[in-house]
């Protein structure tokens, strides 16, 4: 049920009950007859329509059994006292059409408190929805604005026009990575010393900026950063390598994590012992010239056959044990 859409301050809910069938027709013409008269005339349920400050009388009858049952519903624009004298002026309405009838009021509601109510919760979640919305506009403006000034950053380098940043003529280090992605989360983090192979073959390009600087390569920790790193210690120079956790990007480490994998690069000398990886690079000699049981640069050095002191019975650890000697035979007496 409905209640009047005019600018009402309370409501008035009252309970009807009739012996007898009823309408809503019904209902509203005893209302309005029976109270004619008994508030006076500032108080006349008509006038006071007709001027807007009661509304639309609203009610909704269920006729079950020969008995209806009801509700009424009048919103009024009155003040406190008199809303609540016209309520009470309702309960004296005794008859309905022919039946018996009784009106008992409920309730007058104020209806700007649950209006206020509304007005709370709904500015709530405004509140809340503009908070969330402002987290994140310094956040994106700060990235909008970086990533912007990344993109101006990378340039390209070399007649392959590889991924680079804008320092790499004049640092004397260089890292070496494998696409254009990890160039830009190194430029992020403020790293412009970087260019990128861009694939498994090394360009020329990098061979030739790897024997004038110090190199330090920086690739993925998963099986392709592995082959490229091998492609490129048979075809450069390097000083240093440096590999992302197990599984991850260098593309997707954040500035913390890659600063710390850049700290932790290992000398190129100590990962060729560890790994057990040749390295020829471009300017150092090919296995094949290099001199039967020297280094050449990158060879491991030949073992020798350290052995312990000698024994003080004579024995040595590292030789071998003599043969027994044979037992010379015993002549026989002389005869007596």
Do not use: W
Not at 30 to 41: H, I, K, R
Not at 121 to 137: N, P
Request: glycine share 10%; aromatic share 2%.
């Amino acid at each position: 049920m409905s209640s009047d859409p005019s600018a009402a301050k309370y409501m008035i809910r009252a309970r009807i009950a009739a012996d007898g069938v009823i309408d809503k027709p019904d209902v509203v013409g005893a209302v309005f007859g029976q109270t004619e008269g008994l508030l006076g005339e500032e108080l006349d349920l008509r006038d006071l329509q007709k001027s807007g400050r009661i509304g639309r009388i609203e009610v909704e009858i269920d006729s079950r059994k020969g008995k209806s049952e009801g509700e009424i519903l009048i919103p009024s624009s009155l003040d406190q006292v008199e809303t609540a004298i016209l309520a009470s002026g309702l309960e004296t309405v005794d008859r309905i059409g022919p039946c018996r009838a009784r009106i008992e009021i409920v309730s007058v509601e104020d209806i700007r408190i649950s209006k206020r109510q509304k007005v709370v919760e709904r500015a709530k979640a405004l509140l809340a929805h503009m908070q969330e919305d402002s987290k994140g506009v310094g956040l994106d403006l700060t990235e909008a604005v970086r990533k912007a000034v990344q993109v101006e950053e990378i340039t390209t380098y070399g007649p392959e026009h590889l991924p680079a940043g804008p320092n790499i003529d004049q640092a004397d280090a260089l890292i070496v990575v494998e696409g254009r992605s990890d160039v830009l989360n190194l430029l992020r983090c403020g790293i412009k010393n970087v260019i990128a192979v861009e694939g498994t073959s090394v360009p020329q390009t990098v061979k030739d900026l790897s024997r004038g600087k110090t190199v330090t390569v920086f690739t993925d920790g998963d099986r392709a950063g592995e082959l490229i790193l091998r492609e490129m210690l048979q075809t450069m120079d390097i000083d240093y390598v440096a590999r992302a956790p197990r599984g991850s990007e260098v593309e997707e480490l954040t500035q913390k994590q890659l600063v710390k994998c850049l700290r932790n690069k290992i000398p190129i000398n100590q990962y060729l012992e560890m790994s057990g990886f040749e390295s020829t690079g471009a300017t150092r000699q090919p296995m094949e010239d290099r001199p039967e049981g020297g280094q050449g640069g990158g060879g491991r050095p030949e073992r020798r056959d350290e052995r312990g002191p000698p024994r003080r019975d004579g024995g040595d650890r590292g030789m071998p044990t003599p043969a027994p000697m044979q037992a010379r035979p015993i002549p026989p007496p002389p005869p007596p």
